[in-house]
Each structure stands twice: as structure tokens, then as C-alpha cells.
């Protein structure tokens, strides 16, 4: 007969300590019983790590919490999660989607899977798999330490590695443990090594002072104002640090090289890639509601009498272009105040299928434009997709967003995000397709 988890089994644990061991978890009909079942009919999920067998409730809050709701996801979201995690995101919605309507016509009005998006769902990934041991979104274990935590999960990894049977290793509560404690574990954390943030590894526990180095360095800044800094109290009437002055000639006649301030010269800056709206009244992202498309995640109806501006920003980190400094992107309807060099930054162009959009464009044939630059089309989920846009070819990525309904609030608008991290995918990878990098177009294209 199973063991019905109590309260001191962790769900996240359990299921990565599962994946670990290669004991895929089985969804049952009870918590007695070893007769698996589809995952939407399933009210129970048995974990069999060697002897070790526990069972779970679906509806069992796991540590991980949803940026959307900010509660914490059920074991049966993280573990359909897991099941789906080589799918593409569309075939992840669509999955989703079938699996609730399938549980709501089960009787299960209080039971759903969660859809995860996909940082949440990829830093979820890596941490079951144990390619992480660190996650943005699961809270560390109440009556644990960070470190402790992490060592039990290395006793048990060690366990598994080495053949040995049983579940997940408990966390300690303190530092004394108790005599029949694993060995193992004693030996892990006697030689654990007490660790600060990052900001003690990369800087030490003290801050350092620059302010002679400062006072140095002022000696050879250019005289600007026709007198020295006054922090160091040296003025055209005062004293005057030891040596030649840096605008004197030398003893041979030849006049000292220029301060090294002035040597320097400053770097470019980046050029900032260029997205193209379409001005058409029928399109359904305008200057008015872009911004808190992209940014947000969020879709809400153009203001056909708003008078904002027609040139906005928005910045995104593309970890596969600059994984440290997000992209500053400008947002504009209209190509007519651009330079010459403007088009080479062009980085997308969203379009409704109409051709007289590009006629003020470098490119005025789509098939021309689109080779240069990757073609958006948000149009409503579930209509057909103009045909002119589908002669475009492969150039043009379309999406479908749902209708939208005032009396549905915002988190009737979950699916948006979704729609929005798949364009800035397809964005990323059009980009670097065609030369960018962390300092801007390869070349200077």
C-alpha cells in the first residue's frame, strides 16, 4: 500500500528528485491506488523513487509562484509544465487550453492548469532538471536556510548518482543534527563554505576609496576655466604639484603630449534599431497602445483622438544579442524624417497587408522590403489572414491576439503575453540573422 505524502514532503522536491532519478511520476485515480490514468482525470500524482513512494493531490500549492497571479502554481501546472517542455509556446497554449476543458467537463471547476510563460516556464525547466539550482520564481523552503536547503539537494543528487534508494533528502534545521544523520551529509556541511551576495564575491566586505586617485588624476585633467581644481588646492596664484607643467615646453624644446583626458576619445554610441507601425485607422496596434503592448504584455483598443506623440521607445534585454545591456528599440509611423542610414537600423515592421504603407519607403515592393526586415501582422485570433500578407512569404511572422472586451479586465488578457514574447522572439532571431551584435550591425550594415 502507498504512503500518502504528509505535510513535510516538498512537491518541486519530489518531482525533482523524480526527473533525477529517471522515475517519471504516474498520475493515479487515489491515493491507495497504483492504477495510472490520463493527467486530466487524474486527481493524485505517485512519486516511486527506489523504495521510496509517495502520493500527492494535483491541487497541491508547489513553492513556485506565477508573475501573473502572484499565487503559488499547483503540482499538476508545474508538471504539465515538465511533460511539455520541448513543445513550441503555441502548441503549449493550445495544449493547455484542451487540458482544462477537459478537466472543467470532469467536474473539476476549482482544479485548471496554469499557463506558464516562457521565462517561467524555462527557469522551471532548469531547475527540475538540475541545470539550476537557483530560480527567480520558487521560494526557498520556510524552516530552511538557502544553504541548507542546497546541500540536502546535494545529498540527494550524491544518493541517486550512486545507486543508493530513497526520496528527496530532508532539510536540516540547524546545524545540529541529529546522531543517525547521514554521514554523508555531515561531511557536506562541515566542509560548506559560508558564501555573501555577489556583491561581497566581486567586491570584498569593504568599499573602496578612490579619493586619491581622484586627486591624482586631476593633475592631468585640461585646464578649462584657466585655474586648477579646487579640490586639490592647486590655483594659477598657489602651489603647483612637483614637476614640468603639462602645457610647458620640455628641456629639449619639444612641447609634452596632450593630458591623457584628452587623448581619449569617447566610444560611439550604439545605434538603436528602428520598428515601423503602420499608420492605417484599421490596424490594431498604433502609437496610441504600442508602448504598453510590447512593454506590458497587455492589449488595449488604439485612441483614435489621442494626439501623442509620433516617435516613442521601448527598451528589451535579447540575451542572444547583449546578454547584459537591454536594446533601446524606436517606435515611429512614418518614415519621413528618416536619414539615409536609418534603414539599415530598420529591425521590423509591423503591417496591416496594405500596400500603400511602404510607398514613402526605401523598399517599396514587400518582397524587397521584407528581405531587409522582418514583417509583423497582428490581426484577431481566429480570422483568416489577409492573402496579400500570406504572398509575402516567409518574411512575415502573423500572430493572433483575442478580441478584446472591455467587460473582461486584465486578466482576461492573459494569452497577450504570450503573443508578445513570440514576437520578440522572432525579433531576436531576425536580428541576429541579419548582423546584429552587443555594439550594433556587424560592419556598420
Known amino acids: 500500500m502507498m504512503n500518502t505524502a504528509d505535510s513535510q514532503d516538498d512537491a518541486l522536491l519530489l518531482l525533482r528528485s523524480s526527473i533525477q532519478s529517471k522515475a517519471t511520476p504516474i498520475p493515479v485515480d487515489g491515493p491507495d491506488s497504483s492504477t495510472a490514468c490520463a493527467l486530466s482525470s487524474a486527481p493524485f500524482l505517485q512519486f516511486n523513487i527506489g523504495s521510496h513512494h509517495t502520493t500527492l493531490a494535483f491541487t497541491t500549492p508547489t513553492r513556485f509562484i506565477s508573475t501573473a497571479t502572484s499565487q ?59 541545470a539550476s539550482n537557483e530560480s527567480d520564481y520558487i521560494k526557498p523552503l520556510p524552516s530552511s536556510a538557502p544553504n541548507e536547503e542546497v546541500a540536502a539537494q ?50 570584498g566586505t569593504k568599499n573602496t576609496d578612490f579619493t586619491a586617485v ?22 594659477n596664484g598657489g602651489p603647483r604639484p612637483a614637476g614640468p607643467s603639462p602645457s610647458a615646453p620640455l628641456s629639449n ?17 550604439r545605434p538603436e534599431p ?6 492605417s485607422a484599421s490596424s490594431l496596434l498604433r502609437m496610441s497602445n504600442i508602448k504598453s503592448f510590447l512593454n506590458d504584455g497587455m492589449y488595449t483598443p488604439p485612441d483614435s483622438t489621442s494626439t501623442s506623440t509620433n516617435l516613442l521607445h521601448v527598451s528589451r534585454l535579447l540575451p542572444s544579442i547583449d546578454p547584459v545591456r537591454p536594446l533601446r528599440f524606436i517606435l515611429v509611423d512614418t518614415p519621413e524624417l528618416f536619414k539615409p542610414d536609418y534603414w539599415s537600423r530598420l529591425a521590423a515592421v509591423f503591417t496591416t497587408g496594405q500596400t500603400w504603407q511602404f510607398k514613402s519607403y526605401k523598399w517599396t515592393s514587400p518582397p524587397e522590403l521584407f528581405a531587409h526586415a522582418l514583417g509583423v501582422h497582428v490581426g ?29 479586465g486584465p486578466q482576461g488578457r492573459w494569452r497577450d503575453r504570450e503573443v508578445v514574447e513570440g514576437i520578440w522572439t522572432v525579433v531576436e532571431e531576425s536580428m541576429r540573422n541579419r548582423g546584429w551584435g552587443r555594439d550594433g550591425l556587424a560592419g556598420g550594415r
Open 253 to 269: 624644446g619639444a612641447k609634452s603630449p596632450m593630458p591623457l583626458v584628452q587623448n581619449r576619445t569617447k566610444p560611439g554610441r
Open 72 to 130: 503559488p502554481v499547483s503540482l499538476r501546472s508545474v508538471y504539465f509544465a515538465w511533460l511539455n517542455k520541448d513543445i513550441a509556446v503555441r502548441d503549449y497554449i493550445d495544449a493547455t487550453s484542451r487540458v482544462n476543458e477537459e478537466l472543467s467537463a470532469a467536474g473539476g471547476a476549482n482544479d485548471r492548469v496554469d499557463n506558464l510563460v516562457f521565462a517561467e516556464k524555462l527557469d522551471l525547466i532548469t531547475w527540475l532538471e538540475s
Open 154 to 203: 546535494a545529498d540527494a543528487a550524491d544518493k541517486i548518482a550512486t545507486g543508493a534508494a530513497g526520496g528527496p533528502a530532508p532539510t536540516a534545521q540547524n546545524r545540529a543534527l541529529p546522531k543517525e544523520a547521514d554521514p554523508r551529509l555531515r561531511e557536506i556541511l562541515h566542509n560548506e563554505r559560508r558564501m555573501g551576495n555577489r556583491n561581497t564575491a566581486l567586491r
Open 274 to 279: 528602428i520598428i515601423l507601425l503602420s499608420p
Open 380 to 408: 484577431w485570433r481566429g480570422e483568416d489572414v489577409p492573402s496579400s500578407v500570406k504572398g509575402w512569404g516567409r518574411g512575415v511572422v502573423s500572430v493572433g491576439i483575442d478580441k478584446y472586451n472591455a467587460q473582461q
Open 214 to 235: 581622484r586627486k591624482f588624476a586631476e593633475a592631468f585633467s585640461p585646464n578649462k576655466s584657466g585655474s586648477r581644481v579646487s579640490k586639490t588646492g592647486f590655483t
